[in-house]
């Protein structure tokens, strides 16, 4: 199995978001064995800066009893997260995902506070 973490290009991007309106974003993807299993990066909405990660089914489950897996998740998810200190960017906001049970502690872990029951920010150096 083959694993990669690679810049987004913007066919990657239309390809895990089909028709939907893009933002200005910085993204990245996960691969295994040249699929597509996994996006995630930061979006601009014309007044925050959002974070955002999405897997695939086949990638949820292939991490669930694959610790070297999960690991690797959360290494590039923690590196997407300080690129972002790097580009400037002075707070990180999230909307979690109700249904995700280890969302929050998650984002916690990666230095984000909770605001309200779904979103979270995380702040950089100068604010």
Do not use: C, H
Request: charged share 30%.
């Amino acid at each position: 199995m083959t694993e990669i973490s690679r810049e987004a290009s913007k066919e990657d991007i239309e390809q895990y978001f089909p028709g939907v309106p893009k933002p200005t974003m910085r993204a990245w993807v996960g691969e295994i064995d040249g699929e597509m299993v996994a996006i995630g990066g930061w979006a601009f909405d014309g007044s925050r800066w959002y974070a955002f990660f999405d897997m695939s089914d086949k990638l949820e489950k292939m991490a669930k009893n694959n610790f070297g897996l999960k690991m690797m998740i959360a290494k590039t998810a923690k590196q997407i997260i300080m690129e972002a200190d790097k580009q400037g960017i002075l707070a990180l906001y999230v909307m979690i995902d109700t249904e995700k049970q280890n969302a929050k502690r998650w984002l916690i872990n990666l230095g984000f506070e909770k605001m309200s029951s779904r979103i979270y920010r995380r702040e950089y150096g100068g604010v």
